[in-house]
């Protein structure tokens, strides 16, 4: 039930930031960029929680070994599901890299400051299978937005619809860099706002 109501609630969030592009802009491929962010949000929302899994766990930041099996799990996805594999590639590199951004930045703050308290939700059981469940949802955006990646307006538009999911959903300063991150290359000709 706490899984239906928190879809919805992704759901309305998702149309009212695509209600709120311009008008001359607002057209499908904005929905389907706010879509995207909406799933980079949600994917991001769990490195919080699996730092602190690593923390209580002594495990490392970095796990190539799943990275690298991500990533070519990815590429065939991809492949089937009509995405350029290099382009679905190099977003999930970027997903990578952003969600450890974030846990770097938690590490850093715990080991400085008070680490983190109550029990971590287990990685294998808990927060892998939920990073799983996003990856064919986030392949599936990929496909929605992969026809603007080649428009000279993909940069704003994706800035646009980022301003406008920040402003709706106050997204945490500790992510705000990351989400920029994990967008770098939904747009073939560099990052957020045209900036790589």
């Not at 695509?18 to 909406?38: K, M």
């Not at 959903?169 to 045209?194: F, I, K």
Request: hydrophobic share 40%.
């Amino acid at each position: 039930m706490k899984s239906l109501m928190r879809k919805s609630a992704w759901c309305c969030v998702a149309l009212l930031a695509s209600l709120l592009v311009p008008s001359a802009q607002a057209d499908a491929g904005d929905t389907a960029l706010t879509n995207l962010i909406s799933l980079v949000s949600q994917r991001l929302a769990l490195a919080e929680p699996i730092a602190h899994w690593k923390w209580a766990n002594h495990r490392p930041i970095t796990d190539t070994a799943r990275e690298q099996a991500l990533l070519s799990d990815v590429d065939k996805r991809a492949r089937r599901a009509g995405v350029d594999p290099a382009f679905a590639h190099a977003f999930f590199a970027d997903q990578i890299d952003a969600s450890s951004q974030i846990q770097k930045a938690l590490f850093d703050s715990w080991r400085t400051g008070s680490s983190p308290t109550g029990p971590a939700p287990d990685l294998a059981s808990v927060l892998r299978p939920q990073l799983d469940r996003l990856t064919p949802q986030l392949i599936a955006g990929l496909a929605r937005v992969q026809s603007l990646r080649t428009e000279p307006d993909c940069p704003m538009r994706v800035a646009q619809s980022l301003a406008n999911w920040k402003s709706l959903t106050r997204y945490d300063s500790l992510r705000t860099d990351a989400l920029t991150e994990a967008l770098q290359h939904v747009c073939e000709s560099g990052g957020v706002g045209g900036t790589a």
